[in-house]
């Protein structure tokens, strides 16, 4: 169960390192100049942060894994998208759409596992969770080393891992934890118990995206090969 489940971590890290880096230098390669980068990066967010919005009453209506195989099947199909479109404009809602997923497999995995987990191997549970979400996270990157930015082959390793991961999480013997309605819709409102928290978060994730995005295009910039 763990493994299955760690595997849509793995999954989230590598769609998200892969398509920040893999986007950046494919519209750089067009000619596009770093504010369209920026602005079709941010997208990304802007679907994170639709979806947060929505998350709790889709995983209560739809439940936990039919949720999780939904997102799994939307970044399948929008990692092969983005090459087969011709128009780069489309890609920014396509990148929307990818954020949205994104955050679902995020949030709904780690709460999968936490409600499967009890106290005992908790610490043992989150700690594989998180070596498979970094295993993630690097390995996007290191796929791009292999394949370049050019062509088909990134964008169709991306999409090939999320549908092995929904194989995996398909099998009925991985219970489903069930998940109540929000008593609150706007989960935004929890911004005023820790504001603190929160500011550190946004900064840390605004170093770490513009990081994914920008320092691969600097270092290209610089001669190095991708």
């Known amino acids: 169960n763990t493994s299955a489940i760690a595997t849509i971590a793995l ?5 998200y390192s892969l398509t920040a880096t893999l986007l950046a230098m494919a519209l750089a390669a067009r000619g596009f100049d770093d504010s369209v980068i920026g602005a079709n990066a941010a997208m990304h967010a802007v679907g ?6 929505l998350l709790p009453h889709l995983a209560a209506a739809v439940g936990v894994r ?3 195989i939904g997102a799994l099947a939307t970044a399948a199909v929008l990692m092969i998208a983005f090459p ?3 128009f780069v404009w ?9 954020g949205a997923a994104s955050e679902i497999l995020f949030v709904l995995s780690e709460t999968w596992l936490n409600a499967l987990t009890d106290d005992s191997a908790r610490a043992r549970t989150m700690g594989a969770y998180t070596a498979a979400l970094s295993t993630g996270f690097a390995l996007g990157p290191l796929v791009l080393s292999q394949t370049g930015a ?4 990134p964008y169709a390793i ?3 891992l999320a549908l092995v991961a929904i194989a995996l999480i398909v099998v009925p013997r991985i219970a489903e934890p069930a998940i109540e309605r929000p008593a609150h819709a706007n989960p935004l409102g929890y911004l005023r118990l820790a504001p603190l928290a929160m500011g550190a978060t946004a900064l840390n994730a605004a170093v770490e995206a513009a990081g994914l995005t920008f320092l691969p295009l600097y270092a290209v910039a610089l001669g190095w090969e991708e």
């Open 48 to 53: 994170v942060l639709a979806m947060a919005v």
């Open 66 to 68: 039919r949720a999780v």
């Open 90 to 98: 489309l890609w920014f809602p396509l990148r929307i759409l990818l």
């Open 158 to 160: 991306g999409s090939g």
């Open 150 to 153: 050019e062509g088909f082959l």
């Open 11 to 15: 999954v989230f890290g590598v769609t």
């Open 84 to 86: 087969a479109l011709p």
